[in-house]
């Protein structure tokens, strides 16, 4: 006999509520084991934070020294130093993140405009699938592109031997700098908000903007700001979603951004464009060898944590942002 | 009836200037500037792969190993490394594809408690755009626990916690919001009346989904699945950190596939990073062809979901 | 600065376009013709109109050319839309495009202001004057704000209600104006629309939240705030109820002696309401045009009158 069929009255009922179960307790151990994991982040982390304070997140010191004590101190939990100041690090990252943010924002806008609505039939359909390919690049590849081309390209050509000549003491200036990651960075999540944008821009109604051109408004104002406006939502969406990935991006920072934990200073001029850094992810990917430390472990996951939560705190972000857009009916 | 004047009418207001205020014309111009730009770079970038990726890509390459050595003639092919995505992201996608389907069935079916179905959702969200390198980090820690150490191999009672195993646990996770999310949505998608209409002929929630409305959102699933795979063979940083970076796979014992499976190997991602110039084989040609194929790989995954999209749309109806 | 040719004014005489107002027709006579002029008295004529509540519009005193539509064909790639149609638009009177589905009314509205251009494959010979102007050489965006339309669906923006109106003052201008500045225009608009009581305390409420027939009131005042020359409506009231039907109906009325209106409806009895002149399409030809009293009471078409009698739809 079937045992869909409802004639088996009893088991039809009790076969739903065993389903229900069995997938509720599924999505129960699911949800839960990834909790358990954020937790045990933290959890571990603590030991960090717990000896530096607020002083953790502050400047003081040179990291790189900071990295190897704590690499050197060993198994002993006694005996272990945890003093870490990861400004530098902060610093790094902030910068960017939101210069390839603001950058891409503002190209993606405008070349996703450009992609709804002005440009030629043909252009569009190659356009479209390109984004989306872009967008699915591995990031070792832009590494590899950023290494290969970007970081010459800039040591040999964009800094001069006298600016080189003028840091040497301190730092080395090769090419692989602020400017190097920037450039990349930008590269690689233009394409991931470009595509966002597109789609909120394609779902605003068409009705608005023939009813805008009907009124005499010319074509590039009513998309501006009918258009523009309407997709507002998408607009964060994506933005929230290409940062996510710009903090989080491990490899390919690691590759182009110089490696040496160093806090590049406006002050320094153009300079400043080139000096190397590393930001946090990269620094977790450089320091792997050492986790047996238990300092070690628990600076890395001083930094895990912080890039934990400076992602979930995007991710809530861009899931408020979607609220008015569900309201509007143009759901991603 | 009286003949009306002819200046009874409404004033209209003189036309002042043109259509276009400068400021349009700036915008329009910027966007074709930028849209033609953007075009230039993804040509630029395109072209460059494919140039590099034939020049440096040979058959041989394909079907030889890793070797360790010190002149680039004899540092042999990608075999193994190839292999290594294929069997990741088979790996990954065999846990995170029936798992995340399992949730977004629970999630648009059934949701109870509220509670449960809101967390759930928010921690896809964030897994959505979690750093791969917090999970690579995790996971060095959890498998490298006693109770994981059937999962790698252990020497001298410390457990190694690299292998296969602990590399496709992580990367399901990378993959399963892209399942949970689009099966979710392809669930959604199919209006009310085709489940009334199957509970109507006496089927259970659970029957239904799996003869009705799983089959319906077959696209979906396809494309969540491909999407899931895209990302996790694109991944590097939890490839660096639990595949343990041989060259060759490195079996933990001589039991066939589990053996192969609990010992440490690379993919391709790991590959590049290595013979890329900041890493330690520096080998750039390599690199490149390595890069190549990856490439085509993920091309390939972005051509299937674009083939299963465009068919769904012209296969399915409601009415 | 454009320079306008001056309208042509034509003064009507008396009989001329308007309904003669004996007292009969003042009464409701449902389904019977009696007092319909052209009818033999004794009940329902064949392939006479349905002639319900006497005619409200009361002839106007104004009529001033405005366009003129000179032997417009319009293709869609192979599908010709319009064949060759030939009428004058006229400040003063309300032209009523009428005809069954696909009989080429609204693409003969749209190509009055050049909307029938962003379709791709569209095509058009002939010529179609604004004053005198061939359109086709005007700027597009130009022409449209002289020649407004409003459309089926009621379309406001997601904005308030005051910046609906305001949208298009302050888009049409070089610079964006005050808001001081524009607030009398946009007060003056919705006031002509018959909605400023309804919306005078809640300006900056959303205009999505009004009522299907205060939204498409407010696309009213919004195409009338650009102060046109001539006002397209595309079928407005078919979304709405009889009352804002009504509310609609008596605005156009109103509004007719400041701006030309042309209004395509599937409604014959919104036809015979409002309308001053009536055009009959008939897959895509002009099958007859001549005033209301004419086409309503003794049309000369044979095809005319099967519509107009309900032979077809």
Not at chain 3, 151 to 162: A, D, K, T, Y
Request: proline share 6%; aromatic share 8%.
């Amino acid at each position: 006999m079937d045992e869909d069929d409802l004639l088996g009255r009893d088991r039809g009922i009790s076969q739903d509520q065993r389903a229900e179960l069995g997938l509720g307790a599924l999505v129960f151990v699911v949800v839960g084991l990834l909790l358990a994991m954020f937790a045990f982040v933290l959890h571990e982390a603590w030991a960090s934070f717990a000896h530096n304070g607020l002083g953790w997140f502050g400047p003081g010191g040179s990291v790189d020294q900071q990295i190897q004590a704590i690499a050197n101190s060993g198994q002993l939990k006694e005996a272990a130093i945890y003093t870490f100041h990861a400004w530098p690090l902060i610093w790094s990252t902030i910068l960017t993140t939101a210069g390839a943010m603001v950058i891409a924002f503002v190209a993606s806008l405008f070349i996703a405009v450009f992609i709804v609505e002005f440009a030629p039939q043909g252009l569009r359909r190659i356009l479209e699938p390109v984004v989306r390919l872009l967008a699915s690049v591995p990031s070792v590849i832009y590494g590899l592109a950023g290494v290969l081309v970007i970081v010459p390209f800039i040591g040999n050509h964009l800094i001069t031997q006298s600016e080189k000549a003028s840091v040497t003491p301190i730092i080395q200036l090769s090419g692989a700098s602020l400017l190097a990651a920037v450039l990349i960075l930008t590269v690689m999540i233009a394409p991931i908000m470009i595509a966002v944008f597109v789609d909120g821009l394609r779902a605003v109604p068409r009705g608005w903007l023939e009813g805008s051109l009907a009124l005499g408004i010319n074509q590039w104002r009513t998309f501006w700001k009918v258009g523009v406006r309407t997709a507002r939502p998408a607009l964060v969406a994506g933005t929230v979603l290409a940062t996510a990935r710009a903090l989080g991006e491990a490899i390919m920072l690691s590759m182009v951004s110089g490696g040496v934990p160093f806090a590049p200073n406006p002050i320094d001029g153009l300079i400043f464009f080139f000096e190397p850094s590393q930001p946090l992810a990269a620094t977790i990917i450089r320091n792997t060898e050492a986790l047996n430390s238990p300092a070690m472990k628990a600076t890395l996951y001083a930094i895990a944590a912080v890039l934990l939560f400076s992602t979930a705190m995007l991710s809530f972000i861009g899931w408020a942002a979607k609220q008015p857009m569900r309201r509007y009916g143009m759901v991603t | 009836m009286t003949t009306a004047p002819a200046a009874a009418v409404r004033p209209r207001p003189a036309t002042t200037g043109s259509v276009y205020r400068l400021t349009d014309r700036i915008g329009l111009g910027l966007a074709w500037l930028l849209g033609l730009l953007f075009c230039a770079i993804a040509a630029a970038i395109v072209i460059y792969f494919l140039i590099e990726g034939i020049r440096y890509l040979r058959p041989s390459l394909l079907v030889t190993n890793p070797a360790a050595a010190t002149s680039e003639g004899q540092t042999g092919g990608f075999l193994d490394p190839m292999l290594g995505t294929l069997i990741i992201g088979f790996m990954a996608m065999a846990i995170a594809l029936p798992v995340g389907v399992a949730m977004a069935v629970w999630l648009s079916e059934f949701g109870r408690p509220i509670a449960l179905a809101r967390v759930t959702e928010s921690v896809v969200e964030m897994l959505a755009g979690e750093p791969s390198v917090v999970l690579a980090l995790f996971g060095l820690v959890l498998f490298g626990a006693p109770a994981l150490g059937f999962l790698s191999q252990t020497t001298h009672g410390v457990v190694l916690g690299q292998s296969f195993f602990a590399t496709a646990g992580m990367l399901s996770i990378v993959g399963l919001p892209m399942v949970v999310a689009n099966v979710r949505e392809g669930l959604q998608a199919i209006p009310a009346h085709v489940r009334e209409a199957s509970y109507a002929l006496g089927k259970t929630k659970i029957a239904t989904t799996r003869r009705v409305l799983l089959p319906a959102a077959r696209p979906s699933v396809a494309t969540g699945a491909m999407l899931g795979l895209g990302r996790v063979i694109s991944d590097t940083a939890i490839v660096l950190l639990l595949m343990g970076g041989t060259l060759t796979f490195q079996s933990a014992n001589s039991v066939p596939v589990l053996g192969l499976l609990r010992g440490t190997g690379d993919t391709l991602t790991g590959y590049i990073y290595y013979n890329a110039p900041t890493g330690d084989g520096n080998q750039p040609s390599k690199a490149y062809a390595a890069a190549f194929v990856l490439m085509l790989m993920v091309l390939a995954v972005n051509v299937a979901v674009d083939y299963v999209v465009s068919r769904s749309r012209k296969a399915i109806r409601w009415s | 600065m454009e320079l306008r040719k001056p309208p042509a004014v034509r003064r009507l005489s008396g009989n001329e376009g308007s309904v003669p107002t004996t007292g009969d027709t003042a009464s409701y006579t449902p389904r019977s013709n009696a007092s319909a002029p052209g009818s033999n008295g004794n009940g329902h004529r064949p392939g006479a109109p349905f002639l319900g509540p006497a005619r409200r519009a009361a002839p106007s005193t104004v009529a001033i050319d405005r366009m003129q539509v000179e032997d417009l064909s319009v293709s869609y790639g192979e599908k010709p839309a319009v064949k060759s149609v030939s009428l004058p638009i006229r400040q003063g009177e309300v032209l009523a495009l009428i005809g069954p589905s696909g009989c080429g009314k609204t693409t003969l509205l749209r190509s009055l202001n050049r909307l029938t251009e962003l379709t791709r494959g569209a095509s058009f010979s002939g010529r179609v004057t604004l004053d005198g102007a061939d359109i086709a050489t005007m700027e597009a965006t130009a022409l449209r704000r002289r020649v407004t339309m409003v459309f089926q669906q009621p379309n406001p923006f997601p904005m308030s209600v005051f910046d609906n109106v305001a949208y298009v003052l302050r888009e049409q201008a070089s610079r964006r104006p005050k808001r001081s500045a524009v607030r009398g225009a946009v007060r003056d608009a919705l006031a002509r629309a018959g909605l400023l009581d309804e919306v005078a305390d809640g300006l900056d409420h959303p205009a999505l939240r009004l009522s299907g027939g205060q939204q498409q009131r407010l696309c009213i005042a919004r195409a009338l705030a650009a102060e046109p020359e001539v006002l397209l409506l595309d079928e407005p009231c078919s979304a709405l109820d009889p009352v804002s039907t009504r509310l609609i109906e008596d605005l156009i009325i109103k509004l007719r002696e400041d701006v030309a209106v042309v209004i395509v409806t599937h409604n014959l009895q919104q036809a015979y309401r409002i309308a001053d002149y009536v055009a009959f399409m008939y897959l895509g030809e002009l099958v007859e045009y001549g005033s209301a009293h004419r086409m309503f009471g003794t049309p000369r078409e044979h095809r005319t009158r099967e519509y107009i009698g309900g032979a077809f739809g």
